[in-house]
Every structure is written in structure tokens, then in C-alpha cells.
């Protein structure tokens, strides 16, 4: 199973017009990385254009059951991540070139402030230390 998050995802909803890669949120099982390998290196990809590197920002509140099925085919299921989730993993990354898709993702989210984003950012992180300036910043970058 692929859990999809990040620029893929926000280019299937169309709120980017490309990505480099497909990223998942879920540990990416040895059968899977090797498939993976071989579509590669068929069609001249990038080892990593599939990968896990979103696993380590997975969010508390990121439940399967609440993701949209992308694909189901054969073994291989691809869930797609709620908006409100992918919102929250930028944030917490909180990396230069999250800021757009921040901005981009904010009205579909549904938070009805920056102080509900916040109460979300720490029931999805519970082990980060609260930062009195987060609502501050969610207003700067959306």
C-alpha cells in the first residue's frame, strides 16, 4: 500500500502543475521499493521517484480509512491523503518550498482559523513543544 501525500497529490487536485516525485506517508515494503526499481530504470526515471521520504512527518491524525482510494489494482493500492493532513506535514517540515503549497492548500482545508489549525498541528504532533507564534505564522504563509 502507498499512502500519497505531497506534490503528487496536490498535482492530481490540481493545485500544482508538476512534481518529481510520488511520495508516501506509509514505509514502503521491500516487494514495493522493487517494483519500483524496475519501473525506474524501464522508463528512465529517477531510482527515488517513488519513495517514503514522507514517512517521518506522518501525523498522529493521518488515518487510512479517511484517505480516498487512488488506485486499486491487483496487491497494489494507492491512498491519497485528506488536504487538511497535507496541509499539516508542511507545515510541520515547514521547508522554504512548502510555503506555496501552504498557501495553495488553505481554503481547502476547512480550518475556520489559524488558532483551529494550530489545536490540529498539535493533536497531529503531541511531542512538539508549542510555539506561542504558529497561528502568526500560519496567517503569514496563507
Known amino acids: 500500500m502507498i499512502l500519497v501525500v505531497g506534490g503528487s497529490l496536490l498535482a492530481l487536485h490540481y493545485l500544482r502543475d508538476s512534481t518529481r ?67 499539516i506535514m508542511k507545515l510541520y517540515a515547514s521547508r522554504r518550498r512548502d510555503a506555496e503549497d501552504l498557501k495553495r492548500l488553505w481554503t481547502l482545508c476547512q480550518f475556520e482559523s489559524a488558532e483551529e489549525a494550530v489545536e490540529f498541528f498539535y493533536e497531529s504532533y503531541p511531542h512538539e513543544e508549542r510555539n506561542p507564534y504558529l497561528a502568526d505564522h500560519i496567517r503569514t504563509v496563507t
Open 21 to 87: 516525485d510520488v511520495d508516501s506517508a506509509k514505509r514502503l515494503a521491500t516487494e514495493v521499493k522493487s517494483a519500483v526499481s524496475v519501473v525506474a530504470e524501464r522508463h528512465g526515471l529517477a531510482p527515488l521517484w517513488m519513495n517514503d521520504h514522507a514517512a517521518p512527518y506522518r501525523p498522529l491524525t493521518l488515518r487510512e480509512k479517511e484517505c480516498d482510494i487512488l488506485l486499486a489494482e491487483g496487491r497494489l493500492r494507492a491512498l491519497g491523503a485528506p488536504l487538511r493532513i497535507v496541509f
